[in-house]
C-alpha cells in the first residue's frame, strides 16, 4: 500500500462537501443519498414488478407473506448488511477484497462471473422494452386486434365471445376458415384450436420472431436463425445508455438513479390509481391476496419465499460489495441496509396491487378466471398486462408509461451488474483507471463484447438461449457462493475481527441476532433452499419445449463454471503465498481506505507499524520510510494503489 502524504490544509476532509473524495483513488459516492438511491434502484428490479405478485397468489395470498418476511429476517437480509459492511470497510470490490483472507478470492471471481452472465441478459429484457415502448408511440397499440399481417386463425380477441365461429369473424380470427373453432382444454385436446391472444402473437412472431408467420414454431435443435433486426439495434441502444450512465463511473450513475429508482414508483402510482377504478379489479386483488393458510404446512411455499428474497435483494452477486466501496468510512450503512430492506419488501406487495387491478379487469372483459389470465416474468410484462393495457381507454398512454417503468426499472439493476465487472477488473488492474482515457476505453470494450455476447438472443431461436442464462447462470451456484462468503468472513477472516471493524466504522457492535445468523443460522438455511432445490430440479424447457442435451449441459456449465472459481484460485493463492497458513492470513495493507483510520484501532496502528510503508514527502517528492513517531497524529494522506 503506497500512501501519498498531502497537505493537511488541503486536503479534502471526509464530510466536508459533497465533491471531497476520502478516497482519492477510487472516488466516493457524490451525494449521500447516491448510495442509498442506487441499492433501492438494484434491489427493487423487475422481479417485485413479474415475479413476487405471480408467487403471491400461487403460494397462499396474504399467507405468503408470513414466510416472504420471516426468510427476510434471517436469510437474506443478515447477508445483505454483511456485504454492505464489508465493502464499506475495504472500500475494495468484491475479488480485491478478499485481501482479507486471500484464500477465498475466488469467490469474489465467481461473484463477478455471475454477475457478467446476468449482465449479459438483463439488457436484453431492456432491449424488449425499448422495442415495445417505440411500438407504443401511435394511435393505437399494434397488439390490441387480431387485424395484423402476423395474426393467424390462432389469433383470438379475448374481448369478444367467438366460442361458436366457424368462420373467420374481422377482428377475432383471422386468414381464412377455421375447420376447429372450439379452444383447447385440459378436457378437449382433439378437434380444436389452441388459440393466442394479439399480444401473445406479437410477442412471438413480431418482436421475438420464434414462431414463423406460418405458425412454425422454432425448436432448440433448429438453426437460430438471423439476428431479429428490430431487436439488435434496440439492444445496442440499451448498451449506449448503460455506458453513457457509466462512462464517469459512480460520479455519473449516482446522479442517474435519481430519476430511475424514483420513477417507476410514480408509474406504480399511476397505474393503481387507474387499475382500481376498472370494472374487475377488486375481484383480481382479492385473488392476489385472498390468504390460504394451509399452505403454510408446505415446505414450497417457505422454499419459494426464500428463493424470492434471497434474489429480490440481490445478495451473493458482489454488486452490493461494489456499490458500497464507494461509500466514505463513517457512513451509516446499518441505517442503509434496513432502509433499502423495507423499500424493497414494500414495493413488491405494492406492485402486486397494481398488477392485479389490470389482470382482473382483464377476467372481468374476458369473462376467465383471473387464474387463467396471470403469467409470471417475461409473459406478464411482454404478454399478460400489454394485453391489459390495449383494452383501457388510451391505451398508448398507458402502455408508455408502463415501459418506461420496466426500463427504469431495469436499467437501476444493470448499472449494478456492469459496474461490478468493471470495479473489480480496475481493482485488479488500477492501470486501467490511470486516466479518463484509459477508463473509457476498458468500458467501452466491456460493453461491447457484452452486446456482442447478447446478439444471438435476438436471433427468433435465441429465446432459448435467454432462458438458459435466466434461468439457471445465477441459481445453485448463488447458493454456493452465498456460504462460502458468509462462513469464509465468519469464520475464517473471523467473526471478532469483522465485528471489531464494524465497531471501527460505525461506532457500534452488531448485537447477538446478527452474529447468531452469520456464524449459522443464514448459512443453513441457505443450504437448505439449495439442497431442496435441488430435490425439485426439473430438465430446463422453454414454452413447454424441452431443451436438448446441448442445451441441458450448458446450463449446469454456466452454473459449475462459475463455481470453480472458489478452488482453483484458491489453490493459485496457497501456492503464490507459500503454504495454506499465508493464504488464510490478511494481507499487510488489507484495512481502511485512508491512513487516518488506522490509527483508531490497535490492530491496524501495529500493522501500520510494521509495514513502514515508503511515502512520498510533500516538500522534496522524494520517498521515505516514516517511523512509528510519523504516525502518531491522524493526517489526511490517502491510498494510492499500484
Known amino acids: 500500500m503506497h500512501m501519498n502524504a498531502s497537505n493537511s490544509a488541503e486536503a479534502p476532509q471526509a464530510g466536508e462537501g459533497e465533491a471531497a473524495d476520502e478516497n482519492e483513488a477510487r472516488g466516493n459516492w457524490t451525494g449521500q443519498f447516491d448510495f442509498l438511491l442506487s441499492c433501492i434502484g438494484y434491489a427493487v428490479g423487475l422481479g417485485n414488478v413479474w415475479r413476487f405478485p405471480y408467487l403471491c397468489y400461487k403460494n397462499g395470498g396474504g399467507a405468503f407473506l408470513i414466510p416472504y418476511l420471516i426468510m427476510l429476517g434471517v436469510a437474506a437480509l443478515p447477508l445483505f448488511y454483511m456485504e454492505v459492511a464489508f465493502g464499506q470497510f475495504g472500500n475494495l470490490g468484491p475479488v480485491t477484497i478478499w485481501k482479507a483472507c486471500p484464500l477465498l478470492k475466488g469467490t469474489g471471481w465467481a461473484m463477478v462471473s455471475i454477475s457478467a452472465l446476468v449482465s449479459i441478459y438483463y439488457n436484453v429484457i431492456i432491449a424488449w422494452a425499448l422495442f415495445y415502448l417505440f411500438a407504443s408511440f401511435n394511435s393505437k397499440v399494434p397488439w390490441a386486434d387480431c387485424n395484423n399481417y402476423w395474426n393467424d386463425f390462432h389469433c383470438r380477441d379475448l374481448s369478444v365471445n367467438i366460442t361458436n365461429a366457424t368462420h373467420n369473424v374481422p377482428g377475432n380470427l383471422r386468414a381464412g376458415f377455421n375447420p376447429n373453432p372450439e379452444a383447447c382444454s385440459q378436457d378437449l385436446k382433439t378437434n380444436c384450436t389452441q388459440y393466442q391472444t394479439p399480444s401473445e402473437q406479437y410477442f412471438e412472431r413480431v418482436m421475438l420472431g420464434y414462431t414463423s408467420l406460418n405458425g412454425a414454431i422454432k425448436k432448440m435443435s433448429d438453426p437460430i436463425g438471423p439476428p431479429q433486426w428490430h431487436v439488435t439495434l434496440c439492444l445496442l441502444l440499451a448498451w449506449i445508455i448503460i455506458y453513457a450512465c457509466l462512462l464517469k463511473g459512480v460520479k455519473t450513475s449516482g446522479k442517474v438513479v435519481y430519476f430511475t429508482a424514483t420513477f417507476p414508483y410514480l408509474v406504480l402510482v399511476i397505474l393503481l390509481i387507474r387499475g382500481v377504478t376498472l370494472e374487475g379489479a377488486k375481484d383480481g386483488i382479492l385473488f392476489y391476496l385472498k390468504p390460504d393458510f394451509s399452505l ?113 426499472l431495469g436499467v437501476d439493476s444493470q448499472f449494478a451488474f456492469v459496474e461490478n465487472v468493471l470495479t473489480t477488473c480496475m481493482d485488479e488492474w488500477p492501470w486501467l483507471q490511470e486516466n479518463f482515457t484509459k477508463q473509457a476505453i476498458f468500458k467501452s470494450v466491456v460493453c461491447l463484447v457484452m452486446f456482442l455476447l447478447g446478439i444471438p438472443m435476438c436471433c427468433p431461436g435465441g429465446i432459448y438461449y435467454f432462458s438458459m442464462l435466466n434461468d439457471y447462470c445465477a441459481y445453485y451456484n448463488l447458493f454456493v457462493v452465498a456460504i462460502v462468503e458468509m462462513l469464509g468472513i465468519s469464520y475464517l477472516y473471523g467473526i471478532k475481527n469483522f465485528l471489531n471493524d464494524i465497531q471501527m466504522m460505525l461506532g457500534f457492535r452488531p448485537g447477538p441476532y446478527w452474529i447468531a445468523c452469520w456464524l449459522g443460522i443464514t448459512p443453513a438455511l441457505i443450504l437448505f433452499i439449495a439442497i431442496f432445490s435441488l430435490v425439485k430440479y426439473q430438465s430446463p424447457s422453454y414454452n413447454s419445449e424441452p431443451f436438448t442435451i446441448w442445451g441441458e449441459a450448458m446450463c449446469w456449465l454456466m452454473m459449475v463454471g462459475s463455481v470453480l472459481f472458489i478452488p482453483c484460485c484458491g489453490i493459485c493463492e496457497v501456492w503464490r503465498r507459500g503454504g495454506l497458513t499465508a493464504a488464510l492470513k490478511e494481507t499487510p495493507d488489507w484495512g481502511p481506505p485512508v491512513e487516518a483510520f488506522w490509527l483508531e484501532s490497535d490492530k491496524y496502528r501495529e500493522k501500520l507499524k510494521q509495514m513502514n510503508t515508503p511515502a512520498t514527502d510533500p516538500v522534496t517528492g522524494h520517498e521515505n520510510r516514516p517511523g512509528v513517531d510519523d504516525f502518531s497524529q491522524p493526517s489526511n494522506t490517502k491510498e494510492t494503489k499500484t
Request: overall charge neutral; hydrophobic content about 55%; proline content about 4%.
Open 296 to 408: 403454510l404446512l408446505t415446505s414450497e411455499i417457505w422454499s419459494a419465499a426464500a428463493v424470492q428474497i434471497f434474489y429480490s435483494l440481490g445478495v451473493a452477486f458482489g454488486c452490493l460489495t461494489t456499490m458500497s466501496s464507494y461509500n466514505k468510512f463513517r457512513n451509516n450503512c446499518y441505517k442503509d441496509v434496513l432502509i433499502v430492506a423495507g423499500i424493497n419488501s414494500g414495493t413488491s406487495i405494492f406492485a402486486g396491487f397494481a398488477i392485479f387491478s389490470v389482470i382482473g379487469f382483464m377476467a372481468h372483459k374476458t369473462g376467465l378466471p383471473v387464474a387463467e389470465v396471470t403469467k409470471s416474468g417475461p409473459g406478464l410484462a411482454f404478454v399478460a398486462y400489454p394485453e391489459g393495457l390495449a383494452a383501457m381507454p388510451v391505451a398508448p398512454l398507458w402502455s408508455v408509461l408502463f415501459f418506461i417503468m420496466i426500463i427504469t
